[in-house]
């Protein structure tokens, strides 16, 4: 049996091409609503769309608005010159990923690719581009699924982003379906966002070699010894150093925890040879004192007239001993 032509009925009738006068124009009937989310219609309807959302467009760079939340640290300038050389010897060979603007039309915005997309602004062509019609949920998911199969950000570029998109409004879910963590973790980038600000953060830099752990112990000993971060090494760090060795130095540069204090030892009573109380000696806090008894106020003076050669005596009792001990 011949199969059926799935256009029959939807493509115009071919023109007679025997002579006289073509028929008017009739207005198509309205499409029953059904055939217009289901059968062969919505199918095909369908397939141009998946089409036109895989199909690589050139796209003019001054109609694209990079408003998306930022998942890197640093301007973007910083570290392109090479990206921008290739592109320039070899084309663009990865696309970037645009969504229409959601208010202004005829301008996208730009979900991934903000490093491409800038290397090719300063070339002055336009920028190859998948387009698809997302929702800003679908946007950050999108965003942070890309950032990890290409270069992976590092645990506190994750942090900061992390923290947008909780001030953003955005549910834990996608939280961590975006930047493919669990909840222990978003719980760690809290602790550290928590402890540092921003601008500490951005001024250090993402520290890709400095993993979550120990950017967590050190937030934990920031917050439990109530430092200011903004107060350490407020100054420039040095010249060329990368955002690694700035982590360090910003490390070296916290204070040193303040000792507890030694607890005091029980006074120790001196009795003379004869019986009498000659006072008590007491080490309190890394100071010696003696304290004569009432009546011993003459011998306190002796003491105090001959203490170089009476501790001077000690002391070599001392040695001697150390050393047969």
Do not use: C
Request: proline residues 7%; aromatic residues 6%; without cysteine.
């Amino acid at each position: 049996m011949a199969r059926k032509n799935m256009f029959e009925g939807i493509a115009p009738a071919a023109r007679s091409e025997e002579g006289g006068k073509d028929p008017l124009p009739r207005p198509a009937p309205k499409m029953p609503e059904v055939f217009q989310s289901a059968g062969p219609i919505a199918a095909i309807r369908n397939d141009l769309r998946s089409v036109g959302s895989r199909s690589i467009q050139d796209i003019d760079p001054d109609l694209i608005e990079d408003t998306g939340l930022k998942d890197r640290i640093g301007a973007l300038d910083e570290d392109i010159a090479d990206l921008r050389d290739s592109i320039a010897r070899h084309g663009q060979q990865v696309p970037i990923l645009l969504r229409p603007h959601p208010k202004l039309s005829g301008r996208y915005q730009v979900v991934y690719g903000r490093r491409r997309l800038a290397a090719i602004r300063g070339l002055g062509t336009p920028v190859k581009a998948l387009i698809r019609t997302l929702s800003d949920e679908e946007a950050v998911l999108a965003q942070g699924q890309e950032n990890n199969l290409r270069k992976d950000p590092s645990f506190i570029e994750k942090a900061l982003f992390a923290g947008d998109l909780e001030e953003a409004g955005y549910d834990a879910r996608v939280v961590q379906d975006a930047l493919n963590v669990n909840r222990s973790h978003t719980s760690h980038m809290r602790k550290v966002r928590e402890a540092f600000p921003r601008d500490v953060l951005e001024r250090i830099g993402a520290a890709p070699s400095i993993g979550w752990k120990r950017w967590y112990e050190l937030a934990v000993k920031v917050l439990e010894q109530g430092i200011d971060a903004s107060t350490i090494h407020p100054a420039p760090f040095a010249e060329g150093s990368n955002s690694d060795q700035r982590f360090a130095a910003w490390v070296k540069a916290l204070p040193e925890p303040p000792k507890a204090p030694a607890a005091p030892r029980t006074p120790v009573s001196i009795i003379a040879k004869d019986g009498s109380d000659l006072g008590e000696v007491e080490l309190n806090r890394g100071k010696l004192g003696f304290r004569p008894s009432a009546g011993q106020t003459a011998f306190a003076a002796w003491l105090h007239e001959n203490a170089e050669m009476v501790f001077s005596q000690l002391h070599q009792e001392f040695v001697t001993r150390s050393r047969q001990g």
